[in-house]
């Protein structure tokens, strides 16, 4: 009987009926505006500078000697077997655009995989705390659910970036890999061929991995939409049947999520470095996206509280978020340690090659200062109860940790796009910038569409009294 | 008035009114020694005015204990006593040491963390708890109030505590 009800456009109605419901609606103000504007210009000029003192390096790099460090590497690990001299060889060859723009796209890469990955897992977040039925995070569920505006644009960014970087990011786009007739062939390769390609040959177009792109990016914005609105309809009419019916989709979601999260991972990260794979990756992925998504969702609640917003959440609900960040951290190093421990005991070289290229040589110093900024700082920062219940404290762990997952992903994707030829200069922070503004801009907008908790939500008294 | 300790035990029925209770009493002045309940009441080490417990450190400190026994161990054995090539790894490979680095963290902290708690809630083998009514373990809830750690006459204790709503009150000594 309920959609006989007729709603027009409700989200746009939403705050005219909401006025003495005793909910609060965020303002984006325009200094906010600004000062997000402000960042993403500095952001686009160091981008510029970077992408400039690049054009400079790469040109004398080619003309010295074009190519000879990854012929390097392949000499470095000669008796790691045939099988990863000609993959290594074959990536040499390819060295495909100049050196500044392939950085560029590398970087734009790492930005658009993380900042996809944490809109996905804000409305994770949300449908998690549905699925489980929690009382305690009512009055914070919209945060991270504002994530998930950012999906269609971290759509828009991957289709794009893989039609013009795609051969500069991903090796398994050559299609000479593929002939049995070329020089390029390689036997690896070609046997994981269907995985991206199918049902179209090998070498033409990858209507596999395209078609998971968009079948994943539909089901997720499908689903958040309709949860919004869903969640927007409770906020007028009231009642629990939204509520139930919440529940029921954010258990599809997860379902879903659980596969398209761990397979997103290896078509747009673990792919890169085609020859090697782990079993860990999706995991691995999720749990770094997640402790990013928690740290940001954290960051924005304090930012919001300071800003006289959100009184209802308690400093024990951000108690139980500083407990999350910290938890997760050590969850994320867990599956970084397994991930490596593995491959380090059992020294099969197909395997240890990935951790060749990162343990040793340049990018060393991101491989251990991961490890430092992702686990020792968070674990030692908020082990005590005192500094989850500092605001201070709870909010520069937040922002360390979002940077420090950055770099996580940075150095997922960097070695195996660059190989010894990365770097970290002014196009990364400058791009990281302009990245996380448009990010919390989207964000934020989003939130101020509508209340920022739900006033109907049945365990909101719950979540008031919250305490731990 | 016989020798030993002497407690005015006030008995309530119900959780609330027992925080009120916890509540009221401290502020008439007197001063409660602890309060006994069937289940953790929420909020209830906030109106008793408890400092945060000192177990998080003891815990801390047995795990860094379990940690730096678990190196020692670890570098003893595979570089010092016995050196063997496996799997071509150095003598000392850091790397496979961390899975027994953190159980034997994990384990200290926890054995370690018990043991204290044993000891300062006076169940260890020799020690003798105050029971103070058994019914705390049903469905009583028990304040217990040392009469000599407070200024007041037992008849003002009793009278105050009557006032916050106690369904007994009842006297308890031990020796």
């Known amino acids: ?468 | 008035m016989s020798n030993g300790t002497n407690y005015v035990l006030g008995v309530y029925e119900d959780e609330d009114v027992l925080k009120d209770a916890v509540r009221q009493v401290r502020e008439n002045g007197v001063e409660i020694e602890e309060v006994y309940s069937p289940f953790p009441v929420h909020g209830i080490e906030d109106v008793l005015g408890y400092k945060r417990s000192w177990m998080a450190r003891a815990a801390f400190a047995f795990g860094v204990l379990g940690f730096a026994l678990a190196l020692t161990m670890q570098i003893g054995m595979m570089g010092v006593d016995w050196p063997m090539i496996i799997g071509g790894k150095d003598f000392v490979p850091f790397p496979a040491f961390v899975p027994v680095l953190f159980e034997m963290t994990v384990l200290l902290s926890a054995f370690g963390m018990v043991g204290t708690f044993f000891v300062i809630a006076n169940l260890k083998p020799w020690g003798r708890p105050k029971i103070f009514d058994i019914r705390v373990t049903d469905d009583k809830h028990v304040m217990a109030v040392d009469i000599d750690a407070n200024g007041k006459s037992e008849a003002d204790i009793k009278e105050i505590i009557k006032a916050s709503g106690a369904s007994e009150i009842n006297n308890k000594t031990f020796v």
């Open chain 1, 1 to 468: 009987m309920e959609d006989c009800v007729v709603r027009p456009n409700i989200t746009k109605s939403i705050k005219s009926n909401l006025v003495n419901t005793g909910t609060e609606t965020f303002e984006f103000t325009n200094k906010a505006k600004k000062n997000l504007m402000i960042t993403m210009v500095v952001g686009l000029v160091l981008s510029i500078v970077g992408v400039v003192t690049n054009m400079g390096a790469g040109n004398h790099e080619e003309t010295t000697d074009g190519g000879h460090d990854a012929t390097e590497m392949v000499t470095d690990q000669g008796d790691y077997g045939e099988s990863v001299e000609v993959s290594e060889g074959g990536a040499a060859e390819h060295h495909g655009s100049p050196l500044w723009l392939k950085s560029l796209y590398n970087n734009l890469w790492i930005n658009t995989i993380y900042f996809a990955g944490l809109a996905l897992l804000g409305v994770f977040f949300f449908t998690i705390q549905y699925a489980a039925q929690a009382g305690w995070s009512a009055g914070i569920k919209r945060i991270p659910l504002a994530f998930g505006a950012w999906l269609p644009i971290a759509f828009g960014l991957i289709a794009i970036l893989f039609f013009l970087a795609g051969p500069d990011l991903f090796h398994w786009t050559h299609s000479s890999l593929y002939d049995v007739n070329s020089e390029d062939f390689d036997e690896i390769v070609k046997n994981k061929a269907s995985y991206f390609y199918w049902p179209m040959e090998a070498g033409s177009f990858p209507a596999f991995w395209v078609g998971r792109l968009v079948l994943f990016f539909g089901v997720w914005y499908l689903l958040f939409r309709k949860l919004r609105t869903l969640a927007f309809e409770e906020d007028i009419e009231g009642g629990e049947s939204r509520w139930k019916r919440m529940r029921i989709l954010s258990a599809l979601f997860l379902v879903f999520f659980a596969y398209s999260s761990s397979i997103a991972a290896w078509d747009w990260v673990m792919s890169i470095d085609v020859h090697w794979f782990s079993t860990m990756y999706g995991w691995y992925s999720f749990a770094s996206w997640w402790v990013a998504c928690l740290a940001l969702t954290t960051f924005l609640i304090i930012y919001l509280k300071e800003n006289g917003y959100l009184s209802i959440v308690n400093t024990d609900v951000l108690h139980d978020m500083g407990k999350f960040v910290f938890a997760f951290s050590i969850f994320w190093t867990y599956l970084w340690f397994s991930q490596f421990m593995l491959i380090y005991y059992a020294h099969i070289p197909e395997e240890t090659v990935y951790y060749m290229d990162r343990w040793t040589g340049k990018y060393s110093i991101f491989f251990f200062l991961n490890l430092i900024i992702n686990f020792i700082l968070p674990f030692f920062m908020l082990m005590t109860h005192g500094s989850k219940r500092q605001n201070r404290i709870l909010k520069s762990i937040c922002v360390v940790i979002i940077l420090g997952h950055w770099l996580d992903f940075y150095l997922m994707i960097t070695p195996g796009v660059m190989k010894y030829e990365g770097g970290f200069g002014f196009m990364e922070v400058g791009l990281l910038l302009v990245f996380l503004s448009s990010f919390l801009f989207v964000v934020l907008r989003q939130i101020a569409k509508a209340p920022l908790f739900a006033s109907n939500h049945p365990m909101l008294e719950e979540s008031k009294h919250h305490h731990v």
